[in-house]
């Protein structure tokens, strides 16, 4: 059973940064697919970014792209999303998502995928 821990959420101005960190437990943990999601009051759960186990190249959404970096520190089964040029759309439960198997480029987005999910952690940005 792999846990994962999501931090860093809060309250910011429009155009503030933030960066929100996700612990994950489990063996092998350097092959795990892990992801971000997003989950907007009154909307469906998309997805933010995300990359598959070490080497993988990351995948982002395209709300997000240029102002969101998603990164892993292996050593510490971490994975972050610093986010950057932040605003009043991104407000949101951030969720971190996780799975044992290698996901291919095209399935890192599918919410499906994923069978380890953290509790969340909340972003509020105010105009």
């Known amino acids: 059973q792999v846990q994962v821990v999501e931090s860093g959420g809060g309250v910011v101005q429009a155009g503030d940064s933030l960066r929100l960190s996700c612990v994950a437990s489990?063996?092998?943990?350097?092959?795990?697919?892990m992801a971000w999601f997003r989950q907007a009051p009154g909307k469906e759960r998309d997805f933010v970014a995300g990359?598959?186990?070490?080497?993988?190249?990351?995948v982002y959404a395209e709300s997000v792209k240029g102002r969101f970096t998603f990164s892993r520190d292996d050593a510490k089964n971490t994975v972050f999303l610093q986010m950057s040029s932040l605003k009043p759309e991104d407000t949101a439960i951030y969720y971190c998502?996780?799975?044992?198997?290698?996901?291919?480029?095209?399935?890192?987005?599918?919410?499906?995928?994923?069978?380890?999910w953290g509790q969340g952690t909340q972003v509020t940005v105010s105009s």
């Open positions: 998502a996780a799975t044992g198997r290698n996901l291919i480029s095209s399935t890192i987005p599918l919410m499906g995928e994923y069978d380890n």
């Open positions: 990359s598959r186990g070490r080497f993988g190249s990351t």
């Open positions: 489990g063996p092998s943990y350097s092959r795990y697919t």
